[in-house]
C-alpha cells in the first residue's frame, strides 16, 4: 500500500425527504446569494424544481437560475455562468442534477472566482487556487461528481473533453434522496451503473500489491451494483435498490476505495474522445470500452484479473488463471449487455471512421502514454478502438 492522506471535506446529507431542507443546508453553508444552476427538463417533470424553489424562498435565501446544461456540458454556458455569478454578486452555486450540472457548476465556481484567469486554464493543467462554494442536490447516480474532485467539461469549437482534478473543487454539501432517481429512464440507470462500476474498475487495475482492504471494499461495491441495478430496472420506485445504487455512486469515486494504489483511468481517457465527437453518454462510452481494454491488457496480471472473476463473477476457482480472467471479462461484458447498453461501437452507430483521431487526441495521464496497469501506446489505443467496433 502506498502513503496516502484522505479527507472528505463534503457532507453527505442521505435519505428520503432531504432535499426538502436544501434552502436552510445552503444558508449555514454560508450562502446568501445563490446561483441556481440546473439541466434541461427533467427536474420541472417530476417536482424538484419547485421543491428546491419552495425551500431556498422559506428559508430566506434568494436565488438567480441558469438552466440548460446538457449531458456533456458546454463551456459556453460556463462563461454565461461565470458572467452572472459577476454580475449578480452570487456567493454560493446550488447544482440540481447529475454530473453535467455538478461539473458545470463546479468550472462556474473556479472562473468566478479567479477574476485574473480563462477558466479553460484549470482544464488544462493549471491548478485553481479557490472556488465559490458548491452544493449539490443529486438526481442521477452515475458520475459520483457529488463527493468528486473532478469536474470535465466540453470546449465545443474543437470538441476537446477535458478534465479538471483538484481538491478545492469538492463540493461542501450533497443532498442524496435516492427517490429522486425513480423518474430515471432505463437507459440512464444503466449508463450511471456502467460509470459508478467503471469508477471502481479504474482503480481496481492496479499495479500496486497488498491493497486487500481496498480490493474487498470493492468488490462489495460491485456484487452491490451487479444485485442492485436489475432490480431497479424492474422496478423504478423500489427505494432500497435505488438508495444503494446511490451509495455506491459516491463510494466509487470520493476515492475512499482509491486511496494507497496506483491508478489506471485510461479506459476514461479514451471514453472522453468518444462522448466529445459523438456526444453519447458517457457510461454508453465506457460499456463499449471497459471489455476491450480488459482484453487488450489482462495478461499483464492474469492473477489480478482471476481474482476479479472468481470474486465478482463467482468463476470457478481453477489453475488455468487465464480462461478464469477471460471468463470474468465476458461475464462483465454480457452484464453491460443485460442492463441495455451497448458494447460495441457499432451499436451505438459509431464506424471506425474517426478512430485514429480519437486515439491520438486521447489525453496522456502518464508522460507520453495513457493509464498505468499497462501504460498504453498510440498503437495500443488504436488496437483497443478497432477490436471496440
Ligand atoms: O438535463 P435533464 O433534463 O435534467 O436530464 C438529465 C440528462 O439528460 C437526466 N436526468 C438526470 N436526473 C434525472 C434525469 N431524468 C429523469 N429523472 C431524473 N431524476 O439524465 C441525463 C444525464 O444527466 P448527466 O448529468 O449528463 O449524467 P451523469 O451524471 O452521468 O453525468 C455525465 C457527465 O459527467 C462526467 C461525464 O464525462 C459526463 O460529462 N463525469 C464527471 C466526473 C466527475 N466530475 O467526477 C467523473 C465521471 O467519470 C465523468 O467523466
Ligand atoms: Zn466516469
Redesign the pocket.
Known sequence: MLNFEYLLPTRVIFGKGTHLDVGNIARRSGASRILFH?????????G?YDAVTDSMQRAGVSYIELGG?????RLSLVYEGIRLCRQERIDFILAV???????SA?AIGMGAAHTERDVWDFYSGAAPERTLPVGVVL???????ET???????REEDHL?R?CNDETIRPVFAIMNPE??????AY?TA??AV?IM??VMERYFTTTDHVETTDRLSEAVLLSMIANVPRALRQPDDYHSRAEIMWCGSLA?SNFLGVGRVQDWAT?QM??EI?ALYDI???AG?AILFPAWMRHVYRADVDRFAQFAARVWDVPESDDRETMAREGIDRLESFFSSIGMPTRLSHAGIDASRIDEMARNTFCNNGDRTGTFVPLTLEDKLAIFRAAV
Not at 97 to 103: N, P
Open positions: 440546473y439541466g434541461g427538463g427533467s427536474i420541472r417533470r417530476n424538484v446544461v446538457r449531458p456533456n456540458p442534477g447529475g454530473g453535467s450540472v455538478i461539473d463546479k438526481t442521477i447516480p452515475a458520475a459520483g461528481s468528486s474532485m473532478s469536474s470535465v467539461i466540453s473533453k478534465s429522486l432517481t425513480y423518474t430515471l429512464p440512464q449508463c450511471g460509470d467503471a469508477h469515486h476514461h471514453e472522453h462522448s453518454a458517457h457510461g465506457l
